[in-house]
């Protein structure tokens, strides 16, 4: 190509005729916008209520409900509601697919952190396959492994605390105005 192409000028391009947007082959480098301060204190405090509420539950029956990944789960759900990791589909089934592989891993290799990893590792991978992308899952596998659990009073729990979390994401999306509905798909 000679120099004298990019020196001549170029016809001008319609001005109603709609670009074909970049694609540089990279995701954005710009984070999410900010939330607005009514925003965010509505997801803490529904949030926080969740969270109450499993340890509420948990005292009643004296069984630990609240587990670290329910938490992690609680802030997908109120803080990115529009997100395939906290639609319900990927919340509950995502869990159970926790329990299930860690409850797998720990019959055949014993409660250690090398078979927790292992654990967490295939959850990751159950849960793709399975499209119920939900990170927390890989944790609840890890707490499966190291904890060991009474899988006949764990399951049915985290069962029933996914199921609080969905239906509270339910509720509070539709107390506060302009609140972005949430679920975007049940299942």
């Given at each position: 190509?000679?120099?004298?192409?990019?020196?001549?000028?170029?016809?001008?391009?319609?001005?109603?005729?709609?670009?074909?947007?970049?694609?540089?082959?990279?995701?954005?480098?710009?984070?999410?916008?900010?939330?607005?301060?009514?925003?965010?204190?509505?997801?803490?405090?529904?949030?926080?209520?969740?969270?109450?509420?499993?340890?509420?539950?948990?005292?009643?029956?004296?069984?630990?409900v609240?587990?670290?990944?329910?938490?992690?789960?609680?802030?997908?759900?109120?803080?990115?509601?529009?997100?395939?990791?906290?639609?319900?589909?990927?919340?509950?089934?995502?869990?159970?697919?926790?329990?299930?592989?860690?409850?797998?891993?720990?019959?055949?290799?014993?409660?250690?952190?090398?078979?927790?990893?292992?654990?967490?590792?295939?959850t990751?991978?159950?849960?793709?396959?399975a499209?119920?992308?939900?990170?927390?899952?890989?944790?609840?596998?890890?707490?499966v492994v190291?904890?060991?659990?009474?899988?006949?009073?764990?399951?049915?729990?985290?069962?029933?605390?996914?199921?609080?979390?969905?239906?509270?994401?339910?509720?509070?999306?539709?107390?506060?105005?302009?609140?972005?509905?949430?679920?975007?798909?049940?299942?």
């Amino acid at each position: 190509m000679s120099t004298d192409f990019a020196l001549r000028p170029q016809p001008a391009s319609a001005p109603d005729a709609p670009r074909p947007p970049k694609r540089s082959g990279r995701p954005s480098a710009r984070p999410s916008a900010r939330p607005t301060a009514g925003a965010a204190l509505h997801s803490i405090i529904a949030a926080t209520a969740v969270l109450l509420g499993l340890v509420a539950i948990g005292t009643m029956i004296h069984e630990p409900v609240l587990i670290p990944p329910l938490a992690a789960s609680a802030a997908l759900v109120h803080s990115a509601p529009s997100q395939p990791p906290a639609q319900p589909r990927s919340l509950v089934v995502g869990h159970l697919l926790g329990a299930v592989v860690g409850y797998g891993v720990l019959a055949m290799a014993n409660s250690s952190p090398w078979a927790a990893a292992v654990a967490g590792g295939v959850t990751l991978a159950a849960t793709m396959v399975a499209r119920t992308p939900h990170a927390p899952a890989c944790a609840t596998a890890v707490v499966v492994v190291l904890q060991t659990p009474a899988s006949g009073r764990f399951v049915p729990l985290l069962l029933g605390a996914t199921v609080l979390l969905a239906l509270t994401g339910f509720a509070a999306s539709r107390i506060r105005r302009g609140t972005p509905r949430y679920p975007v798909y049940w299942w």
